[in-house]
């Protein structure tokens, strides 16, 4: 890795967790994201010059936050300004500035998880919600965010700048709220959460196949939140589903970096030890008798794990499950998932039928009917529908693993192979 790559990743890696550290210090997204550019560009200039450091996080929180220092002072000298600088940032924050940066590596202070249920706050609709916390915990761009959610660039960042604004103006407080307050507050949480986790394993990027890094952290807001609400069943049900998935990780990809299905995944390379915790994590959950979408899902997903192969996987008990989330979350998703499970179970043709009822406009990745309908086409033995069916999916999809895997698939129906 030569050193541009290892700044491009140190920025990718980094960049959430020590924007949320500044503007918990800084209780301004502005300041914050101003600061941290600022200190991005230094390490730019200096690092190929001093030589990479041994903590980039911290060399880049402590440039910023000096940055940011630096620029209230200068709007303390502004006489018609220095009055609500002062209110702002006293002197009590600046050594609480210090004491923070002491326990930067120490993870008594969890930044990132203050900064979501910032993000989260029911004054902002889901939308702001989302866009806004992929944004300043993910550090998605504003491109990949827009791309995610089918809107222009523009749009989405006029959302996010209106969001931020709204968070300044009303004064919401950069905190985990009290336990009265959580209920209104942990839906969204546990959505953006498990966003940011899908974003891992399914990139906006085109050219990026998996960002474990992503997948690492939303696993460990789920333990934080886990532990801040050890009795809500929900939370513990999005833990135990974003492990399950992240056991099976290394076998997503072969040796030369192309995808590979669950149907033919090396299950011997599976984290069967996060598999048993999940297990542990959704018995837990569902013992307290409410049964919630993640419980579900992460329930399906036990069912893949505890399969010793593709042909022992129980279909008709993930079908019947899949039936009961649909009965709770009528998403596209769901009814896609739904159609290909009873496909496995009852037979491709009654997942044909259940497929024409999903509305593709509703999808947020639509090639995903398209290679679902193929599959089931494919399965019936009517190549060349399952062919015209792949073409839409490789000219939909945008990240360029998957298409490479769709541009096979497309080969194997081409020439009948099943």
Known sequence: MNDRERFEDAVREHSGRVLAALIGQFRDFGLAEDSLQEAWLAAAERWPVDGFPDHPDAWVLTVAR???????????????????????????????????????????DDDRLRLIFTCCHPALDIDAQIALTLRSVAWLTTDEIASAFGVSTATMAQRIVRAKAKIKAEGIPYRVPEGHELPDRVGGVLRVVYLVFNEAYLSSKPDETVRLDLADEAIRLGRALAALMPD?????????????????????????????????????????ELVEQASS???????????????????????????????ETDWPQIAALYGVLAQIDQSPVVLLNRAVAVGFADGPDQALELLDAVDEHQLPRPHLLNTARAEMLHRSHRYDEAADQYRLAVERVGNLTERQHLERRLDRVERGQS
């Open 232 to 272: 809500e069943p929900e939370v513990l049900g999005l833990l135990g589903l974003m492990m399950v998935q992240h056991a099976r990780s290394p076998a997503r990809f072969d040796g030369s970096g192309a995808l590979v299905i669950l149907e033919d995944q090396d299950r011997t390379l599976w984290d069967i």
């Open 66 to 108: 000096r940055t940011g220092i630096d620029r209230i002072r200068r709007e303390q000298t502004r006489p018609a300004r220095q009055e609500a600088a002062h209110v702002q940032f006293s002197a009590a924050d600046l050594d609480e500035l210090e004491r923070r940066e002491e326990r930067w590596h120490s993870g008594v």
């Open 281 to 311: 994590l959704l018995e837990n959950a569902m013992r307290r008798r409410s049964i919630g979408p993640y419980q579900l899902q992460a329930a399906i997903a036990a069912l893949h794990s505890q399969a010793h192969s593709w042909d």
